[in-house]
């Protein structure tokens, strides 16, 4: 006599509540690109105008708006998501296209901390240089790509979202087995 299967129920978010943890998801997104966009305007104003002042303002921002905002919607958009994935269908490691937007909302996250507030820190100091009229300090160009590649990682997320390419992890080879075990068979 075979053992009963044990039914495994999985904790799964109510439909209300995972709209709402869906619309925050959403939310924080939108939000982390439009500081992207805001990022990019003040990086390339700074490095495109000719009037020293408005350099000088756009490099200083960066310090007040970039990191701080960046960080905290690029964490909701993390907590979110995993809550989103534990609570629903696709899981968080379930789906390829679910770990794809993990790996790039967790890079980001980690790298505004890492790399960008640093940059972000030497580029509010060139702009206050700027403002004494010490136009000699060191330049500061890597800041360029911030604003191409994160919103370029972001809408890459959004397409894996409303796509959802690649299928199941493992599933070719859950459908090799099957397809095996089938031949197997007798009769089969």
Not at 4 to 19: A, C, F, I, M, S
Not at 20 to 35: C, E, R, Y
Not at 63 to 70: M, Q, R, S, T, V
Request: glycine residues 8%; contains cysteine; charged residues 15%.
């Amino acid at each position: 006599m075979s053992k009963p299967q044990r039914t495994v129920h999985r904790w799964r978010l109510g439909p209300r509540t995972r709209k709402a943890v869906l619309s925050v998801h959403i939310v924080a997104a939108g939000s982390w690109i439009g500081i992207d966009v805001v990022l990019a305007v003040l990086v390339f104003t700074a490095l495109f105008t000719d009037d020293v002042r408005t350099a000088a303002l756009a490099y200083q921002t960066l310090e007040l708006f970039a990191i701080g905002p960046l960080f905290t919607a690029g964490l909701v958009c993390l907590a979110s998501g995993v809550l989103l994935g534990l609570g629903t269908k696709y899981g968080v490691l379930r789906y390829w296209w679910v770990v794809a937007k993990l790996v790039v909302n967790v890079v980001f996250v980690v790298l505004v901390p890492l790399s960008l507030s640093p940059t972000v820190t030497a580029a509010a100091e060139y702009g206050r240089n700027l403002i004494e009229g010490h136009s000699d300090a060191a330049m500061v160009t890597n800041l360029v790509f911030p604003p191409i590649v994160s919103p370029t990682g972001l809408l890459i997320a959004v397409l894996l979202a409303v796509f959802k390419p690649w299928g199941r992890i493992g599933e070719s080879r859950r459908n090799a087995r099957a397809r095996s075990a089938s031949t197997d068979r007798p009769g089969g």
